[in-house]
């Protein structure tokens, strides 16, 4: 348990201290990074993410291998972009019937996503870094300490939720980081993982960017009913894929 509080503090303290250090040695340069808006705060979001990959890579906190790759697992990576693809809909829809949570980072998000270069920092390190720390560190210390898989998989859940010190994405990042924790724990691989993460935060990239941040489905389906035979379409996606990946998800030999 010491490890997964030591790897969840350096992702943390890196998130927090390095673009401040960033904007520190701007400063004693005296260079004018107030006017470069969503650049800098992609420029943050990129260096820490580099950070902490090659960070956890470098201390080994994080063991990387080729041997899932090499097994050729093109079908899971298929089964996992569908189950991503069919669980957007579902889990916005529990969402907006929760009780509203303050957004807290949403004019952040807001200038990073309506910028091109935001999908380079969201949607494809984002997904690599997380996956490195929570599945391919938290959650493999935590299979180690605990035999009791789905105790370790609900933990590293949680850790990854409330990292994102957001509350209005606490729900859906809890709910998403049950099933990447399972695609771990099935296969010894972050791969599957980030294949899930690519695809979920390439749609909310693309949605927010046709839509908009403000978007409710009933903007997008024009009522309840519509809603609901969305989200059972959805179902009709997700659960075969879940049922498939279930048969499939094997550890590399």
Known sequence: MKKVLIYTLVFIAIQVLLPFLIHEILDVFKVDYTSAGAKMMIIDM???SVAVIVLF??????????????SRPWDVFFWCALAALGAIIPSTSLQEVMPELPNIVEQEFD???????GYFAVGLLAPLCEELVFRGAVLRAL???TPRHWVAIAVSALLFALIHANPAQMPHAFLIGLLLGWLYYRTD?????????WVNNSVAYVLYNLYGGDIRLIDLFGSQRSIAMACLFSLL?????????HLRLRKAS
Do not use: E, N
């Open 46 to 48: 990129t260096a820490a």
């Open 57 to 70: 890579l470098y201390l080994r906190w994080a063991v990387v291998s080729r041997s899932y790759i090499q």
């Open 111 to 117: 200038v990073i996503l309506k910028d091109r270069w």
């Open 143 to 145: 299979l180690q300490w």
């Open 189 to 197: 691989s972050i791969v599957p993982g980030m294949v899930y993460h």
């Open 237 to 245: 996606i997700l659960l075969p894929s879940l049922y498939q990946l």
